[in-house]
């Protein structure tokens, strides 16, 4: 009896035997039970997985190939599409088991908990913002936002859970002693130092990062898999007066709100859900899944949106804005206090090279 899998780590620790496994108990236990009924006739083997990607003429696929392709398949319908409770499935466990609110955990204990309590977290965290709760929209969030990286979940806390040290945030922690100014380092708008501002500030520099992101993310997930970048160029299009005149963060009506979290990778819901149904399979043209482009989407987020956007802000650079609304002479004033601003620091980089220069000499 040949058993082939694509996971070479359980392949290598069922013909070593190095130590006891830990994860994935169940499987483990019938491959255990079918282990003490054959003996040595029952041979776990290795075999390369997705043989889409490298065969590309399917006439050369083994037997194992074709086993390995119809398991993903399954495996991505399941995803998707749900299955029955697949408990009934394993009939030879013999193990103690672990259940997480009611829920039997088929994982590493650790990083199971680990994961419930941050979600938990995440969820009330949600609620108390009235924000949706990250199960609503788990996959797409999930599948879009890279997370292997530390520096890639600092930017996710950054922005997605709006953890950036704006001032308006900064506030919260000092006392009002120390507390800093909350006007919007590029159209001084008054306590409007926060990241829902910024991702829809009225000033031509943000509007632009903002505009040309939209932009590239439309043609990028064109090439990427069609199908997806249809349902959210129809979702943008349809908010295309917003963007244009810079309303993404503005909280008049329900257009300006969900592009605000768009950009600050909150799908809405009824984007997430069109992008869910999608089925896991390759783009007919650039031979990408959904899954992929969607990874794609979020770095592109971080490299072409969010770094630009922070890098902008702590540069502080204020310029007057043609094309924004009239402001208020409050506003007017917060303008000129920015250039005032902006020229000291010029001040300040000629004085510090006339000093280098004297120092070389």
């Known amino acids: 009896m040949y058993h082939y899998l694509d996971n070479k780590s359980v392949v290598d620790m069922y013909n070593n035997r190095q130590r006891e496994p830990v994860a994935a108990a169940d499987v483990w236990d019938e491959i255990r039970y079918w282990q003490g009924r054959w003996g040595q006739n029952y041979i776990v083997s290795w075999t390369r997985g997705h043989p889409e990607k490298y065969k590309l003429d399917r006439r050369t696929w083994t037997c194992q190939d074709w086993g390995n392709h119809v398991s993903d398949g399954l495996a991505d319908l399941g995803r998707l599409e749900g299955t029955g409770d697949m408990r009934t499935s394993f009939t030879h466990g013999r193990r103690w088991r672990v259940y997480i609110d009611n829920e039997r955990c088929f994982d590493k204990v650790e990083p199971t908990v680990r994961m419930m309590l941050a979600r938990r977290h995440i969820d009330a965290y949600a609620e108390k913002h009235g924000e949706q709760p990250a199960s609503e929209h788990s996959y ?18 950054r922005f997605v859970w709006a953890q950036a040290m704006t001032s308006k945030r900064s506030n919260t922690t000092r006392t009002k002693k ?12 008054k306590d409007a130092d926060d990241l829902r501002h910024i991702v829809g500030c009225t000033n031509k520099l943000p509007r632009r990062i903002v505009r040309n992101y939209i932009n590239s993310l439309q043609r ?28 993404t963060g503005q909280p008049e ?35 990408a899944r959904p899954s992929q482009a969607l990874a794609w989407a979020g770095r592109h987020t971080h490299t072409k ?17 043609d094309d924004a609304s009239s402001t208020t002479s409050e506003e007017a004033d917060g303008n000129s206090h920015g250039k005032a601003k902006t020229i000291t620091k010029q001040k300040q980089k000629k004085k510090k090279k006339k000093t280098q220069k004297i120092t070389q000499e």
Not at 178 to 189: H, I, P
Not at 221 to 229: C, R
């Open 140 to 157: 797409v969030m999930r599948t879009m936002l890279p997370s292997k990286q530390l520096n890639d979940r600092a930017w996710n806390a």
């Open 178 to 189: 120390d507390q800093q100014s909350t006007e919007c380092r590029f159209c001084a708008k």
């Open 220 to 247: 990028g997930l064109s090439a990427k898999h069609q199908e997806l970048a249809q349902h959210v160029s129809r979702w943008v299009n349809a908010r295309k007066t917003a963007i244009r005149q810079g309303r």
């Open 253 to 287: 009506g329900d257009d300006e709100t969900d592009l605000a979290r768009f950009l600050l990778g909150r799908w809405p819901a009824e984007l997430c859900k069109l992008v869910e149904q999608l089925p896991e399979q390759q783009d007919e043209e650039s031979g």
């Open 305 to 321: 949106l969010w770094r630009p956007l922070w890098k902008l802000r702590q540069e502080g650079a204020t310029v007057p804005d």
